[in-house]
Structure formats: C-alpha cells, structure tokens
C-alpha cells in the first residue's frame, strides 16, 4: 500500500531557518511510516538549493494569509499541517502524529484534527521527561491570555494541527478577511461547526525557538492583530445582555477574559458562538492570488501589493 503524504505548510518569512525546519521532519532515522513535503509561498526567496520534496511558490508581496493559502491549495498531501519557520520537530513528532490519528482512526473512524503539543525551547531538554506543564497547550490563545473555557470548551487553533485534506472541501479555506493571523482560529471554529472535533496528540511535540521571534512577520504587530481579533469578534463573539440570557446550547463555554484597560470587545459576557454569525467566507479568488492581496491589506501603517 502506498504512503499517505503528508504537506507541511508556512509562508516565507525567514528562509534562513527553512532547513532547519526541514531537517527536523524528513530525518529517515524518525520514522518512515508517512511521506513528508514542505510547501513555502511568499516573497522572500532562499537563496540556497532546495531538496526535492520541498516546494517554494513565488508571491509578490502579498499578505501572509493569502501566502498560507496559496501554500495549502498546492499542497499534494492526503495531510496538511500548518507549521512555521520558528517551529522545530521533536526527534519522530510528525511519524508519531501520523501514527497517533490512525490509530484513532482504526477505533472509532470519528472525524476528528490532531493537534500535536508546542513547548517554547527554554523549557525543552532532550531526553528528560516533559513538564506537562510548561506546553503552550492552548496555541497564541491561552499564551496571551486572551481565552478561558471549561473541559468542554473547543481548542480554537490549528498551529501543528494534522488535518485531512478533505476537511477543507467542506469547510473551505482561509477567509480573505484576515491579514496574517487569527485565521486558523476561525478555521478551527468552522471545523467545529462542521462536526469535525480537534484532538491533543498524545505524544507529538514541536519547539517554538524562542530566539528567532525578535525577528517577526509585520503581520503578527500589535496593530495588526487588533485587527484579527475584531475580525473573530464580527464572526464568532456574542455578547451576552443579561435581560436576554443565550440558549447554553447556541455558545461555547469559551469566553474572551478582560484586558488590560478593559477593551470592550473582550470580557467575560462575551462568548463563542457555535454558529459562525456570518455564514459566508470570503474566500480567495485563483485569479492572481501570488501578486495581489485581497481584501483588506493595510491596517495602521503596515501593508502589502
């Protein structure tokens, strides 16, 4: 029986680390059980040979959601995983995900995502048990504080997720709407909608260097992810008004926390909806998706073509 595939996927911020990346995922020493690609798009070009099963698009200077679309709707895996050029591979990680959801598969044949676990490389040492307690088990979400929920809240992220490609032709793709992040959160919520739950893996584990960070994307400034957030807030937030209480089975028990100056937009009556309130995505159109970005591209001095 042939391998199933597996299409890694960022965009090109820093092609310096790409190998890096690459090395961790495709070392036969851990384990062969699936094949490996990785998929780049964007504007920053190595200037370096690739290995044959690493693919580079070629953008303009779009912005990085649609280079992470561009990345998925190339990408030739039965699998997709979003991943970053900060993020490394822990010795066998995507072969034990891999390995992980099948056998998920084989008991129960439910849809579902698996999540592999991201550890920031301070708390990471090689060959000593894992601190359950130091994984950023929450993705950005839980490490900026921004959402609280109960047992049975969802896990709204899709960092280091093993999705099926499949998923996507119900749900569809990135919504035009955002810059550069927050993007998967309103995936993940759609998949939840969907019926498609999203699982933590039982040992797949990913270190975020910590040192590459300074180094940040425009998309991921302050500015701009203000501008996601009140993207998600138009999607997936009601607010809640006491005189008219919301069914507990139209919501989440996941709610945004205060922040600091009490921003309206996020406090403890506010909660996620289970039903995206606007049903349409706003999808990206194939017509010269790799030279000019759609929809909004600029927000408070940060922009692209």
Known sequence: MDKKLISCCFTSNRPENWMMVYESLCNPEYGTDVDVEVVVSGPI???FNLPSNFRYIQTNDIKPSQCAEISRREARGDFIVITGDDLVFVEGSINSLYLDY????????????????????????????????????GWRYNRQSLVRGGPEAPIPSLGMALIDKKFFDQVG?????????????????????????????????????????????????????KHERWVVDNLWIRHLIPEEPV????????????????????RKDTVFSKIRIDPVVQEFDDKDIKLYSQGPKEYKGVKWV
């Open 45 to 47: 070009a190595p200037d």
């Open 247 to 266: 069914p507990s089975d139209t919501v989440y028990d996941l709610y945004l926390a205060a922040r600091p100056r009490g921003n309206p937009l996020y």
């Open 102 to 137: 099948m056998k998920r598969m084989e008991e129960s044949n439910r849809r579902i995502i698996l999540l592999g676990r991201v550890m920031r490389e301070k708390h990471y040492i090689p060959n000593v048990p894992i601190n359950v307690n130091k994984i950023i088990s």
């Open 173 to 225: 793709g990135i919504d035009k709407r955002f810059l550069g992040s927050y993007w998967d959160m309103d995936l993940a919520l759609r998949f939840y909608q969907a019926g498609i739950k999203l699982e933590w893996a039982e040992t797949a584990l990913f270190i975020e260097r910590e040192k590459d960070m300074p180094k940040v994307h425009p998309s991921l400034s302050r500015q701009v992810r």
